[in-house]
Each structure stands twice: as structure tokens, then as C-alpha cells.
């Protein structure tokens, strides 16, 4: 981990395109500031970890599923027999 002292107003650069500026220190607390590209995805850490273990638990439960032969797994359509041999009779 990067350690760096700065002050209100003074700002780091991350890759050439994420500019992170401190704008306010009040106690304990820092204002930080950001600026970076649209297609940059920026979360607090406490949503990007939510995000993670809900992510892990939804292919996990899909796993079972798929494991069971439920709802996930490829599908048989049983249709598409059915409608082949409609528009085959239409033809003649």
C-alpha cells in the first residue's frame, strides 16, 4: 500500500486519467474529490465488497442449480420439432 502525505487542495494522478484531490479535512474526516473517465467505475469500498459476495453467492446458488438439473441448465426444445414438421407440411 501507498502511503502520501498532502495537504487540502493538493492531488494525486493514478494511470494518467484518475485524478484524486483532497478537498477537505475536518477531525478525522478527509474529502476526497475525483475525477476520472465515464467508463471508470468508482464505488466506496463497503458496496464494492457487498457487490462481490452477492455476486459470489448468485453463481454459487446457479452451481447448485445446474448440479440439481434445474432452471439454469440448457434446455431441451421440445417445440422446435413440432414447428420444423408445421412449416415442412405447409410447403407441400
Not at 465488497?49 to 446457479?62: C, F, G, L, P, T
Request: overall charge negative; proline content about 2%.
Amino acid at each position: 500500500m501507498l502511503y502520501l502525505t498532502r495537504k487540502v487542495g493538493d492531488s494525486v494522478v493514478i494511470d494518467d486519467n484518475i485524478e484524486v484531490t483532497v478537498v477537505e479535512v475536518r477531525g478525522k474526516t478527509v474529502k476526497l474529490g475525483f475525477t476520472f473517465p465515464e467508463d471508470v467505475q468508482v464505488l466506496r469500498r463497503e458496496l464494492y465488497d457487498r457487490i462481490q459476495d452477492e455476486n459470489r453467492s448468485a453463481a454459487v446458488s446457479e452451481d447448485i442449480i445446474r448440479h440439481l438439473g434445474g432452471v439454469g441448465s440448457p434446455a431441451k426444445d421440445t417445440n422446435k420439432e413440432e414447428s420444423d414438421a408445421d412449416a415442412d407440411a405447409g410447403e407441400k
